[in-house]
């Protein structure tokens, strides 16, 4: 069993990027998926989420309007595309799956990523 978090790398403030979380060993179009991230001396917070059953999303405060996270069910993925970028959006991103509704609360997430460094920078 193991999530695979790619697609980061370095874009100029104002780009985009476009992360994608895949799954190996079971199907990630049964489980609830988060999008994490984590900057440097900071705590690791949600930025958003999708449930398994309806697939309604909730984005955080800094992601939302910029942020959109979607299903790709016959590739069994999930996607975070992410425009407008900013430097504050440096961080390494995370995906995560769980069999609790989509949700912010790390603990709620069986199966972790790797995560993928986004760095925003000029």
């Known amino acids: 069993v193991q999530l695979q978090a790619s697609g980061g790398g370095l874009v100029q403030p104002g780009g985009s990027l476009r992360l994608s979380c895949a799954a190996s060993?079971?199907?990630?179009?049964?489980?609830?998926v988060g999008w994490f991230r984590q900057a440097p001396g900071k705590e690791r917070e949600g930025v958003s989420c999708i449930n398994s059953l309806d697939d309604n999303t909730y984005y955080s405060v800094s992601a939302k309007g910029r942020f959109t996270i979607s299903r790709d069910k016959a590739k069994n993925t999930v996607t975070l595309q992410m425009n407008g970028l900013k430097p504050e959006d440096t961080a390494v991103y995370y995906c995560?799956?769980?069999?609790?509704?989509?949700?912010?609360?790390?603990?709620?997430?069986?199966?972790w990523g790797q995560g993928t460094q986004v760095t925003v920078s000029s």
């Open positions: 060993g079971f199907t990630l179009n049964d489980y609830a």
């Open positions: 995560a799956a769980g069999t609790r509704p989509a949700t912010f609360n790390l603990e709620s997430y069986i199966y």
